[in-house]
């Protein structure tokens, strides 16, 4: 239960950073929550060096990424978004490689050790508890193991079930403010997205187990699932094409040993319509991502189907997710998680999908090898299905050979000639 302690009430962001000190260790907030406010005043801050800030994808402007703030801040990602690409290819950011199942345990345990975390929060209810509303995800262990949490209190952030709730009293400052959320509209559908969507909801049974992510994928799926009867969502995010199948008793849960009954994740993205409707949702359970991520909690869950994206996959299922050759593009993220997860589930299906070209049609995601640089994330023998728009092969149980020739179905017809010279070339030095 909260105490009787009151944090101090800020009267700016520029007030309630000021115990953040030089060379501390610094959780920030993110995706919709992002705390904007309190980065801008931290970046205003002209008496602090060394200061590490550890985050997943924030969301919006990051001001202490800016190049002329180089060695008072670095950012380090867990997860990259656009506004730190940049200085990460510079040198003047970090990213560290980590499933996001061990990013929780790595705060509690000190491996990763906070002095302070900024946040975002909803107002306090009666019972003195605020929510961490939209982001549970590693922000949940992140203000439980940091001796300084920060918090800016907007009466926008939805109140979210699970376990969402921090006591008011246990916060050291907030500030408050009353301004809208980062929202993550839904991406345009394309041919491509569409394709690969019809493909992807012709593999998903009734009473399946999803988790999906974000962007014109996930959403092409979902938005081809309502003929599908009692699916269950056990997630590490959803969007805004959840909305509809939970509402219109696609989604029922009742299939689930996990968490039966009720929708699982550890955050949301996407628009105000996604807030209100998650907002004091008892059937919406938010949960930190070392248990939502965890493997041997997703395979108690009979039918898991995880879908996640590639940026690039080599002949014999390798995957690069985070990277495009050396340069830091995304992150790790739960792909791993869910993917093994999925694989042991009974009736899991494991999907990795991707359209099967970039650049305009002029670069092909398959590729006999991944660029020099990159990083694999899943592995070839934790790979099962993949799609891209010209269809889906299980590599399960496949041969380096037969997956090549399978993989090479899903090329797009513009490489596949080029793809199978190098195969046999490939083949040919094995065996020399």
Not at 9 to 15: C, G, H, L, V
Not at 28 to 34: E, I, N
Not at 167 to 183: F, I, K, M, N, Q
Request: aromatic share 4%.
């Amino acid at each position: 239960m909260p105490s009787n302690t009151q944090p101090r009430i800020a009267e700016s962001a520029d007030e309630a950073v000021a115990s953040i000190r030089s060379g501390m260790n610094v959780f920030v907030h993110g995706a919709c929550m992002t705390p904007t406010p309190l980065l801008e005043a931290l970046a205003r801050r002209n008496d602090l060096e060394g200061v590490r800030l550890y985050h997943l994808h924030l969301a919006g402007p990051m001001p202490p990424a800016d190049h002329r703030l180089a060695g008072r801040f670095t950012s380090v990602s867990l997860f990259t978004g656009a506004n730190v690409r940049q200085a990460i290819a510079e040198g003047r950011a970090e990213y560290m490689p980590v499933f996001l199942s061990d990013i929780g345990p790595m705060f509690r345990h000190g491996v990763i050790r906070l002095d302070a975390a900024i946040v975002q929060m909803s107002p306090p209810d009666r019972h003195g508890f605020c929510t961490l509303g939209t982001s549970v995800d590693v922000a949940r262990a992140a203000v439980e193991a940091a001796p300084i949490v920060i918090a800016e209190i907007n009466p926008r952030v939805p109140r979210t079930r699970g376990h969402s709730a921090f006591a008011y009293s246990r916060l050291h400052t907030c500030v408050h403010t009353d301004r809208p959320l980062h929202e993550h509209p839904a991406e345009p559908e394309t041919p491509i997205t569409a394709r690969i969507g019809e493909i992807i909801a012709g593999l998903i049974d009734d009473g399946s187990c999803l988790q999906v992510g974000i962007g014109g994928i996930p959403d092409a799926v979902l938005s081809r699932l309502g003929n599908k009867h009692h699916l269950g969502v056990h997630t590490e995010m959803f969007s805004d094409g959840m909305i509809d199948l939970i509402r219109g008793g696609v989604v029922t849960n009742r299939e689930k040993a996990i968490h039966p009954g009720r929708t699982t994740t550890s955050f949301v993205a996407g628009t105000e319509r996604l807030f209100e409707f998650v907002d004091d949702n008892p059937t919406i359970e938010f949960h930190g991502a070392e248990r939502t991520n965890d493997t041997s909690l997703i395979r108690r869950n009979p039918g898991v189907v995880a879908v996640n994206s590639a940026i690039e996959i080599d002949l014999t299922g390798q995957v690069c997710a985070d990277s495009i050759g050396e340069r830091i593009f995304s992150g790790i993220g739960g792909q791993m998680d869910f993917i093994r997860g999925a694989a042991l589930s009974r009736g899991g299906k494991p999907i990795i999908a991707l359209p099967s070209t970039a650049a305009g049609g002029t670069v092909s995601r398959i590729t006999h090898r991944l660029k020099e640089g990159a990083g694999v994330v899943t592995t070839r023998g934790h790979v099962h299905w993949v799609v891209t728009e010209h269809g889906a092969v299980n590599l399960h149980g496949k041969t380096l050979r037969e997956r090549g020739e399978a993989l090479i179905s899903l090329a797009h017809p513009d490489f596949r000639a080029g793809l199978l010279a190098h195969l046999a070339e490939t083949r040919r030095c094995m065996v020399s």
